[in-house]
């Protein structure tokens, strides 16, 4: 036998014995890129998230001017007729309703255990919401009998108020008041500003204890 003859005959023995055998040649080596792993998605959302019973659940409204907040008595409020904040405190950072108007007929009408039907057409009432920015880029109160301003937080930088501190302490929430109907807080002409503060904390459908705050501001 010739000697490439013998050289083919033992090739072609090995390549048999391979496939018998199940093995195949290996592939050329490669090195495997390295695996990435994508960064979490965070949700930035209201904290803390945690359900307090509606006995446990308290919150306060103060009124600020020049960065100091005002003494509150009976529920009234002494300043200067000129700008000023609204500072509210809260557990979680549920949405308040917030109507402003220069009677307290609001006052009375609106109690606990007031239903909110669908026909409802009061203040706090569902269709009474008005539409406006977030973080408060106009510092406008409307001063109306139903218009009620809806200050909800849903982040950073999705929310209705001049500036929100939110933790897991709690949350502070502030609204800055420059003008009244569009007008300076200084025109305005009425010797008081009656605001109902309501976070609907336990029942949808209707007004439950300790979900209203009402605050009469004096003018001087």
């Not at 008595?73 to 405190?89: E, G, I, P």
């Not at 609106?110 to 919401?129: R, Y």
Request: glycine letters at 6%.
């Amino acid at each position: 036998m010739a000697k490439h003859q013998f050289v083919d005959y033992l090739l072609a023995g090995l390549a048999g014995l391979m496939v018998l055998s199940g093995c195949s040649a290996p592939a050329p080596s490669a090195v495997a890129p390295a695996a990435t792993t994508a960064p979490p998605t965070t949700t930035a959302g209201p904290v803390p998230t945690t359900a307090l019973a509606a006995s446990e659940f308290t919150w306060s409204v103060e009124i600020l001017q020049n960065n100091r907040p005002l003494a509150t008595t009976n529920d009234q409020v002494q300043l200067a007729r000129s700008a000023f904040t609204l500072r509210v405190k809260m557990p979680q950072p549920l949405p308040v309703k917030l109507n402003a108007l220069n009677t307290d007929a609001n006052f009375k009408a609106l109690q606990p255990g007031f239903a909110l039907t669908d026909d409802c057409t009061l203040a706090l009432c569902t269709g009474m919401d008005v539409a406006e920015g977030r973080l408060n880029p106009e510092r406008d109160l409307f001063v109306d009998p139903q218009l009620t301003h809806y200050l909800y937080y849903q982040g950073p930088q999705d929310h209705r108020w001049s500036r929100a501190d939110v933790t897991a302490l709690g949350a502070v929430l502030e609204r800055d008041v420059v003008t009244l109907n569009g007008k300076p807080v200084e025109q305005y002409k009425d010797p008081a500003l009656f605001l109902l503060f309501f976070v609907n904390y336990t029942n949808p459908g209707k007004i439950d204890p300790g979900e209203l705050k009402k605050i009469t501001l004096a003018f001087k």
